[in-house]
């Protein structure tokens, strides 16, 4: 069945970094465009970065600069990367990947950023 599994997350100060993982399975994952998307606490959930299958990278104005997508393709299975640099307070939110168009949602990685 499909499975995405984010971690990585935590608790870190404002100015410094975290990285992402996620393992996409139980899909053609491989085939499709992948990204991180967030929401934070009484806001809608958004796409911060996006890469393609070959790699290209599209980011967000707000995280443009400091974060970092890459991807891992395997045969049955994805995984996903974010670094995340130069970390502020409005990152805090919880993390999640998915395949661009999305399918059901993991449980996420939840990062906060304390000033």
């Known amino acids: 069945q499909v499975q995405l599994v984010e971690s990585g997350g935590g608790l870190v100060q404002a100015g410094g970094s975290l990285r992402l993982s996620c393992a996409a399975s139980g899909s053609d994952f491989s085939s499709f465009a992948m990204a991180w998307y967030r929401q934070a606490p009484g806001k809608q959930r958004e796409l911060v970065a996006q890469?393609?299958?070959?790699?290209?990278?599209?980011?967000a104005d707000s995280v443009k600069g400091r974060f970092t997508i890459s991807r891992d393709n395997a045969r049955n299975a994805v995984t996903v990367y974010l670094q995340m640099n130069n970390l502020k307070p409005e990152d805090t939110a919880v993390y999640y990947c998915?395949?661009?168009?999305?399918?059901?949602w993991g449980q996420g990685t939840q990062v906060t950023v304390s000033s």
């Open positions: 998915n395949r661009i168009p999305p399918v059901l």
């Open positions: 890469i393609t299958r070959g790699g290209v990278t599209n980011y």
